[in-house]
């Protein structure tokens, strides 16, 4: 139950990529300039946005997307509440880790110049406490360099 709701509340990805090498190497995620945010809402109407403070990933020539995200990095800006996240929704002793896998189309890519970004929209299979569920999301890619 708790998985769906996250699932749910999973809404927006900002992914800065900067590439290694040729505009045909991996791209890696840049978790300094990266954002992974999600949504709770509690008493049906309070919206709250949380973040990750730690993932990592890469982006494949061929645009196979893989990132991971360290669950106990959870930041609601209150301690206790992101301990509870860590210990009751995440059980992060158990599962240290989620992965969000999917496919980017890189000919749009392909043709960023250094310093721009470009917003897309695409479908992720989001791995969590060893389920997988396909979700939308909204991305801003930006390549920081040649």
């Known amino acids: 139950m708790m998985f769906k709701s996250f699932c749910r509340a999973l809404l927006l990805v900002i992914v800065p990529l900067t590439v290694s ?18 949504v709770t809402i509690k008493a049906d109407n309070v919206a709250e946005v949380h973040t990750f403070d730690r993932i990592a990933g890469s982006l ?18 209150i301690p206790i509440r992101n301990e509870r996240m860590q210990n009751l929704l995440f059980e992060t002793g158990m599962f240290p880790q989620a992965t969000v896998t999917g496919n980017i189309d890189m000919t749009m890519l392909a043709s960023l110049a250094p310093g721009s970004s470009t917003a897309l929209t695409a479908q992720f299979n989001l791995n969590l406490h060893a389920q997988s569920n396909i979700l939308p999301a909204e991305l801003t890619v930006t390549r920081l360099a040649d």
């Open 21 to 38: 090498g040729t505009v045909q190497a991996d791209w890696e995620l840049s978790n300094e300039e990266s954002t992974l945010s999600f």
């Open 60 to 77: 494949s020539e061929e645009g196979a997307l893989q990132v991971v995200i360290e669950l106990i990095s959870v930041n609601t800006l």
